[in-house]
């Protein structure tokens, strides 16, 4: 395939040639040494005065991409942070000299040998006494303040960013940490993580449309999965009591600000638990979370949230009472509810002509722009929440949670159904449903409902949208700021 490459491009190749020809391939070289990081130097380093450093002899290595070149000083940078150097032409040797100002590009990895030095104005510098090129950079770097202004670029050369940005650096540091600290908090209350199939042969679990794939030894489809609960419970069936998932789900459907198709969630079950439990368990998890990346006090998208206080615990149908001044409590039949939301509007698709889909629509509508503080919202429909248990106090609601913040959905619980005999009732209202247009019900999995005809204890369970949670503990208002990889359109 040929390529074409610009002056600057071109300009690279040729220096690289050069440093072949002398015998300084950068690409030959398997390992450079290190004594510190750019930040351990530093660190080592800062309680020295400029004189006491003048005396200092100790031999340092280290190594990073080239960020900025001066005259005779330049910035390295490695994954602790960055690094001012020196080279004193007097006392360096001439031929290395010349390699430095005549072959060294900005975005060049190279390994220093130096001694500790500070500058007039009190900054930690390596004084070189040595370099070699470890490998070159053959397309220059972005124009530091302009080049990565470009949101596309960012998300789909993700290694531009993290090498040009340590503020996006800084954000998958804190992910990681955010994973390993949900990770923590659920141990300590002694729930096992557990792995289960990412192809399923049947749809369940949630409401989402699903990707397919086939597998050729079996010559049949398979799901790509859209949720995690139903082998999770299979394994509460099987004696676990505690079990917990963290991992990629995976729903075709679109893409904006707060979804992408792949994405990591966390479910957790507990036997003899319900849905308080669980919701003890969500504000406990994301509170431990806060509380160890020192985020118990944040603003996000001008709220001002602390997690330290107890989240509000309230009805889906209090709160439509609350916020739009109608009580579903009052409103008795199918036919009054669908009657309603014509009047105000409020367009059903033909699944949706029900009272619970209603009670659903309007919650939407007028109480999620509400939902700032954290907020659970509790006693969904039935008709919307086909794997939780029925109210006792009214069956037409179930026993069931949704974690809002700052208008968006953070986690989904419920006290799960356990009774085989009605959940094959509504696996069986799914597929009718799904005749009548809705793509996102799940369909009838028989392995499930035997597994419930042995027993299934009481049961809580929550999901708990990870990403979500990131860019809330960041700052951030994009999922794409907050997956490494994350999907993208092509480019026209």
């Known amino acids: 395939m040929e390529r074409k490459f610009n002056d600057q491009e071109q300009a690279r190749r040729n220096k690289l040639q050069k440093l072949v020809e002398m015998g300084k391939n950068p690409y030959a070289i398997e390992k450079f040494e290190r004594t510190h990081t750019c930040q351990s130097f530093i660190k080592a380093y800062d309680k020295f005065s400029h004189e006491e450093l003048q005396e200092n002899k100790d031999v340092i290595k280290v190594a990073g991409r080239v960020m ?16 001012q150097f020196y080279i004193n032409k007097k006392t360096f040797d001439p031929e290395k000299f010349q390699m430095f100002k005549q072959l060294l ?16 104005t009190g900054q930690v510098t390596i004084k070189v006494t040595d370099f070699v090129i470890l490998a070159k950079s053959l397309i220059p770097l972005p124009e530091k303040f302009h080049g990565l202004a470009d949101e596309e670029i960012r998300a789909r050369k993700r290694y ?13 540091v804190a992910r990681t940490k955010i994973l390993q600290y949900i990770r923590e908090y659920m141990s300590s209350q002694e729930f096992l993580e557990v792995e289960t199939p ?19 030894t079996l010559d049949r489809n398979y799901y790509l999965r859209i949720a995690t609960e139903l082998p999770l419970k299979k394994l509460i069936v099987g004696g676990f009591e505690k079990v917990y998932e963290m991992g990629r789900i995976f729903r075709n459907e679109g893409m904006d600000p707060m979804h992408n198709p792949e994405f990591t969630s966390i479910e957790a079950y507990q036997a003899y638990a319900n849905l308080e439990d669980m919701m003890d368990l969500t504000e406990n998890v994301i509170r431990y ?50 009657e309603l939301a014509k009047k105000d509007g409020i367009e059903l698709l033909p699944h949706q002509h029900t009272r619970g889909h209603v009670i659903s629509m309007f919650f939407e509508k007028y109480c999620e722009e509400k939902c700032l503080q954290p907020t659970f919202i509790t006693e969904h429909p039935l008709d919307i929440s086909p794997l939780a248990k029925k109210d006792p106090k009214d069956p037409r609601m179930v026993r069931r949670f949704e974690l809002f913040i700052c208008q968006k959905e953070y986690a989904n619980a419920f006290s799960e159904l356990n009774d085989p005999i009605d959940q094959l009732e509504r696996f069986e209202a799914q597929i009718k449903e799904r005749e009548m247009g809705n793509s996102e019900a799940n369909e009838v999995d028989m392995e499930y409902i035997d597994a419930l005809e042995y027993g299934l204890a009481p049961t809580g369970g929550v999901g708990i949208g990870v990403d979500r949670l990131v860019m809330l503990l960041t700052g951030k208002e994009s999922i794409r700021d907050v997956l490494l990889f994350p999907h993208m359109k092509d480019l026209k």
């Open 160 to 172: 531009l960013d993290l090498m040009t940005n340590r503020d996006s650096l800084n954000t998958f």
């Open 198 to 216: 990412i192809l399923s042969p049947k749809l369940g679990g949630a409401a989402a449309r699903p990707f397919t794939t086939h597998h050729n």
């Open 289 to 338: 979370v806060a509380n160890k990346i020192g985020k118990t006090k944040i603003t996000y998208k001008g709220v001002d949230i602390d997690f330290s206080k107890p989240f509000k615990r309230i009805s889906m149908i209090e709160m439509i009472n609350e916020v739009a001044k109608i009580d579903f409590n009052k409103i008795k039949t199918d036919k009054e509810a669908v």
């Open 105 to 120: 590009d900005l975005g060049d990895i190279v390994g220093i040998t130096g001694t500790p030095m500070k500058t007039m």
């Open 68 to 83: 900025a070149i001066r005259q005779t000083f330049g910035v390295i940078s490695d994954f602790s942070g960055e690094l």
